[in-house]
């Protein structure tokens, strides 16, 4: 069996030429052999005829003279010879071949003595050529009939000599459509084997690994689809890659300080029972921090892997705020800080997942809070127009440089590592909160001016 491809359509492409020539030679030169033969059949026909006119007018003893036959038959060159219904020869010399036919063939004289001009064609055998011999009745003489016989080796040549052409032109023609299939064939499958290739070394960890074999056809097209495969896998195994190593460092600082402060206290380096104490405190705030990072990245893995789903419902804003206000009491306590609701007129309702927009909420806030100074006012709106529902944070904390402002929706991304991590962020807020935005059809955006404000708006298409 032919495995590769090339070979497949080289062969095929022979195979297919082959047929087609040899089927269009052999009916062609089965075409001009009989032409060729008819033709003389016919001939020999109209010789016949005028032949058995002209013997009609002659004696008796003229027509059975040996010397007349044998002129007519020189004179028109073919082998002429008058036989009875007995077979007997009565005038001139019958040929081997039709003696020979006569006694092999069961084709017996009396079906030439029906009146019909008859003809028939004889293969070459050992001894004699290919000959065609023909009957021609005597229109006033029906015990006679004058038969002519002629060789037709020169018909025979004429067809060797065309199939031998057809062979050569067969030959000729598989040579050329080889050399051509060989040219289409690489072309073909050379850009084939190109991705191929790419995809083996891709599969075996290359995630560079690109092919160049594109274009417009629909190989190139194929080839175009697997590089952007490729760059879009490359992409997601960069990202997995960076997020364990992130995660791993996102546990490991706060492991370290667990160790640090156990083994310290444990080898009773402190022993004043305040200093424990407050050991102690710090070992279980980086527990929470650990906890929260854990449960955020597994919210984070549950919406992305399509998994979480949204339960859209009439949501009372009145009532909403009022527990925002009550959840965020003892934080915005702690630094003096003023939480300020704002709702538009005749927004009462709103139809949404009040779950999910209390998780948006809450990191909006809660990182307001935490980037702003003590005693400062936070601004929540809740507004409605024509298409939307917005919600909006502003504050007017330290900010955000207007360089990291693209980069807040990455996982783990911090303005400041050190000091946002001290504030107890773990940088998975803003993605998760993005996701989920996203996942209710939202969009949001950020705009800051550092040191003076900073609003985070999100957009919801209208369901009220
Ligand atoms: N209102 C804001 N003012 C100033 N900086 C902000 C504000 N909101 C977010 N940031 C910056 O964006 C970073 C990412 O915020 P994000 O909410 O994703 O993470 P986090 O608050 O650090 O941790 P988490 O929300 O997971 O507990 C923060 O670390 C902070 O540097
Ligand atoms: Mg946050």
Known sequence: MIRSLFGKILTSHIVVLVLLTASIGISLSHLVTNYLVEAKKAELIRVGISTTRFLNAVTQ???????????????????????????????????KIWQHHMQ?????????????????????????????????????NPSIVLMIHTPITGIAKTSAAIEQLLLYTILGSILLAGIFAFILSRNLTKPISNISHAAEKFTAGNYKSRTTAIGQDEIGRLGFTFNEMAAALERIEQERQEFFSDITHELKTPLAT???????????????????????????????????????????ARIESGQMHFQYQNLNLGEFIEKQKGKFQPMSAEK?????????????????????IEQILSNLISNALRHSPDGNKIFIQFERDKTSFILSVTDSGEGIPQKDLPYLWDRFYRVDKARSRNKGGTGLGLAITKKLVEGMHGNISVSSIPNEKTIFKVIFPKTF
Request: glycine fraction near 2%; aromatic fraction near 6%.
């Open 61 to 95: 003893d003229q027509l059975y003279s040996p010397s007349l036959l044998e002129n007519l038959s020189d004179f028109s060159g073919t082998t002429m010879w008058i036989i009875d219904q007995e077979n007997h020869t009565r005038s001139g010399k019958a040929p």
């Open 104 to 140: 092999v063939q069961n084709d017996p004289a009396e079906n030439l003595f029906n009146g019909e001009v008859t003809s028939r064609l004889y293969s070459a055998n050992d001894d004699d050529d290919p000959a065609i011999v023909v009957s021609i009745p005597f229109p006033q």
């Open 258 to 300: 667990i160790q640090a402060v156990t083994e310290s206290l444990l080898d009773g380096v402190v022993t004043e029972k305040t200093k424990q104490a407050c050991y102690l405190k710090t070992t279980l705030d980086e527990c929470h921090q650990m906890n929260s990072l854990i449960s955020e990245l597994l919210n984070l």
């Open 336 to 356: 003096n800080q003023q939480l300020i609701f704002s709702v538009s007129p005749k927004l009462v309702f709103v139809k949404t997942d009040p779950l999910r």
